[in-house]
Nanobody
């Protein structure tokens, strides 16, 4: 009923930039928070950035001042602008959103399939 699709990953040299995008589609009544997480090989999935419906943001300390999260409520999209990328940013990046689906009567978290970001030194 609901699908989150990420795009924009790839290979970049250290110091470079990438922009990730995620579009939510389906029987969506309303979206609460939207977020980006990442998971490096052999590590747990960690929060990178979150954004509330009103635009309030929160970032992991490791990406503050380098990454910027934004969203378009009309289009049900969330983006992550990543600047000054470092090799330690290499991971699979996942889009996450708290969504109220028509007819469900409750909020539920949804995840995208992930997009690979690789930063070479």
């Amino acid at each position: 009923q609901v699908q989150l699709v990420e795009s924009g990953g790839g290979l970049v040299q250290a110091g470079g930039s990438l922009r990730l995008s995620c579009a939510a589609s389906g029987s969506i009544s309303r979206i609460n928070y939207m977020a980006w997480y990442r998971q490096a090989p052999g590590k747990q999935r960690d929060m990178v950035a979150t954004i509330g419906r009103s635009g309030s943001t929160n970032y992991a300390d490791s990406v503050k001042d380098r990454f910027t999260i934004s969203r378009d409520n009309a289009k049900n999209t969330v983006s992550l602008q990543m600047n000054n990328l470092k090799p330690e940013d290499t991971a699979v990046y996942y889009c996450n959103a708290d969504i109220l689906v028509y007819g469900m009567g409750r909020w539920a978290p949804y995840w995208g399939q992930g997009t690979q970001v690789t930063v070479s030194s």
